[in-house]
């Protein structure tokens, strides 16, 4: 059975993009490679806002999220945690054997950009984690406030995973001053899973090429050693990058301010139709995410039957709470190449599928 992707991730993919994939495989250290590795540099730089060069990396956001940790924390880290996968991140580092610490929050509930700033005023830290858009909750923390705490802080470096938030508001990274933002290609691109985008700054470099286990998949030095040749350290995911390619060409054609006002407008558009139906958003408003909405499941409805109907009988899915908000909450995304129609369209199936689904009795 064919369905579309409403859950924040993966997410639907264009007949463009997948076409874009199926070009005639090149060598990946041939010159046809590196004229597509730096055709793409400056449109990335231009998304990045920066002017430091953007790795490509064959692997889930994960693999450059725990290389980042591994390649720049020499004392302890500070991982600010408020749901899921920020909170996975203390554990990756702990796995890695680096000391860590955990800045935790309540699910739901935005990174405090004060007490960030005490917890890192107690000098114990030279690196800090923090995840601008958890999807688990729905919850997008303050970027810029958070930045400018760290900016107090010159001798911590920052790392930003962004998976879930790039390209669809403004994320000025040299403006904010962070070392290191990581981006994945099965969000907010909507293109197929399978590659990282990291942007790593000149005093992150300089840290990596101080520490002495940082490994080599994901090393740092290694990517920019390859990077100023055109190339990748390993063997590249090549149908991505042409996928990267078209995708960027894509975001360039609708403008990216464009880009960033309809994925409010889409955002918006949902989360009116939650409310209306009497759903209230999970994290407070004003914390709510602008590329997918996180509602609190207050009127009770079986999750799990509402999605087999949108299933089979409308040919898409959301989904249904991540971890231990499972059946809790829902989470519908419009990210990526949603347009008013495909949101009209997946309220109008949600309104009729909300007609037979049954509630859950407590």
Not at 6 to 15: D, L, N, Q, R
Request: glycine share 6%.
């Amino acid at each position: 059975m064919s369905y579309k992707l409403f859950i924040p991730g993966p997410i639907a993919v264009s007949e463009k993009t997948l076409r874009a994939m199926a070009q005639p495989m090149i060598g990946h250290r041939s010159t046809d490679f590196v004229a597509l590795y730096q055709a793409i540099q400056p449109k990335l730089q231009s998304l990045f806002a920066t002017k430091d060069p953007v790795y490509l990396s064959t692997s889930s956001a994960w693999g450059v999220m725990e290389g980042a940790v591994r390649n720049l924390t020499r004392k302890k880290v500070l991982n600010c945690m408020n749901g899921a996968f920020s909170d996975k991140w203390n554990d990756v580092a702990l796995r890695m054997g680096r000391a860590a610490g955990a800045l935790k929050f309540e699910w739901g509930q935005p990174v405090d950009p004060d007490a960030l700033r005490r917890e890192l005023s107690t000098g114990a830290y030279d690196t800090v984690t923090l995840i601008h858009n958890e999807t688990s909750t729905g919850t997008m923390s303050d970027l810029p406030a958070i930045a400018a705490v760290l900016r107090e802080f010159p001798e911590v470096i920052s790392i930003v995973d962004t998976v879930s938030s790039f390209s669809v508001l403004p994320i000025e990274k040299d403006a904010l001053g962070i070392d290191v933002i990581i981006t994945g290609s099965q969000k907010a691109l909507a293109m197929p899973p399978g590659l990282a985008l990291v942007s790593v700054s000149k005093r992150a470099l300089e840290r990596a090429a101080q520490s002495p286990d940082r490994g080599y998949y994901f090393d740092f030095i290694e990517f920019q050693k390859n990077h100023e040749q055109g190339m990748t350290p390993s063997t590249p995911v090549i149908p991505l990058i042409y996928a990267l390619k078209s995708k960027l060409e894509d975001i360039e054609a609708e403008g990216v301010a464009t880009r960033h006002a309809r994925h409010l407008r889409l955002n918006e558009a949902v989360r009116a139709w939650g409310q209306a139906k009497g759903f209230k958003l999970f994290p407070e408003p004003r914390y709510g995410s602008r590329s997918l909405n996180c509602f609190a499941n207050t009127l009770g409805y079986d999750l799990a039957a509402l999605n087999k109907t949108l299933k089979s009988k409308h040919h898409l899915v959301i989904d249904g709470g991540y971890g231990k908000l499972k059946g809790k909450t829902f989470r519908i995304s419009n990210m990526g190449d949603e347009t008013d129609d495909t949101i009209a369209q997946l309220i109008a199936a949600l309104d009729s599928a909300l007609v037979t689904t049954p509630k859950v009795v407590a």
